[in-house]
């Protein structure tokens, strides 16, 4: 038995699709946006069709933005020796938000996965190969994750890239700050042994 209409049934399920919500949650979420339509709903709603409208794909990084190039790839603050390679748009935003780069970027568009059927086609790594060919590119940084599909694709470009002028390094494996080896995995440690530095 539908406790709602058609509409509200679709806003439910719609709302269902987001990454972190599930029915229940959806229903809430439903639940308050229709409760604070003006203040709200309405503005959300308006703020979904401007995206609609202008968010775009960057030609140059894989950044979404409402321009291309985006804001990134066109900020003259930014350091054009060093591109730093992320899986997706989440990861360029997580390093931004750390301020942890001054460099580009540029968005693979996800990782190999064999076992998923992604392949170097499905990657925007042609690109990363013509890019890291230019001039004042120095250093391509591999901020990818530490899993098998992210390792695996670190190793295929730096393959890829042995005959570009260009030094290839990949962000530091290890134990976290703050944290108590008691409390860490094998892996981790393991990794952070076989990477310690200097004091």
Not at 191 to 196: L, N, T
Request: charged share 20%.
């Amino acid at each position: 038995m539908a406790v709602a209409g058609p509409e509200i049934e679709r806003l439910i399920q719609l709302l269902a699709r987001l990454p972190g919500l599930g029915p229940r949650s959806a229903r809430r979420a439903a639940l308050h946006l229709i409760k604070k339509r003006e203040a709200l709903m309405v503005p959300l709603a308006s703020a979904m069709q401007v995206a609609i409208e202008r968010i775009q794909v960057c030609k140059t990084c894989g950044n979404i933005d409402t321009q291309s190039p985006c804001t990134v790839c066109t900020d003259p603050r930014r350091d054009p020796a060093m591109i730093v390679v992320v899986a997706d748009v989440a990861d360029l935003w997580a390093l931004e938000r750390a301020k942890a780069s001054n460099g580009r970027y540029h968005v693979l568009g996800g990782t190999l996965s064999p076992l998923d059927g992604v392949g170097p086609q499905d990657l925007t790594i042609d690109a990363l190969v013509q890019r890291a060919h230019a001039p004042e590119v120095s250093e391509i940084i591999l901020a990818l994750n530490a899993t098998v599909d992210g390792q695996t694709t670190a190793h295929y470009i730096t393959d890829l890239l042995q005959e570009a002028n260009v030094k290839v390094t990949r962000l530091a494996h290890g134990v976290p700050v703050g944290g108590e080896l008691d409390y860490l995995d094998e892996g981790t440690l393991s990794a952070a042994m076989r990477q310690r530095t200097l004091f």
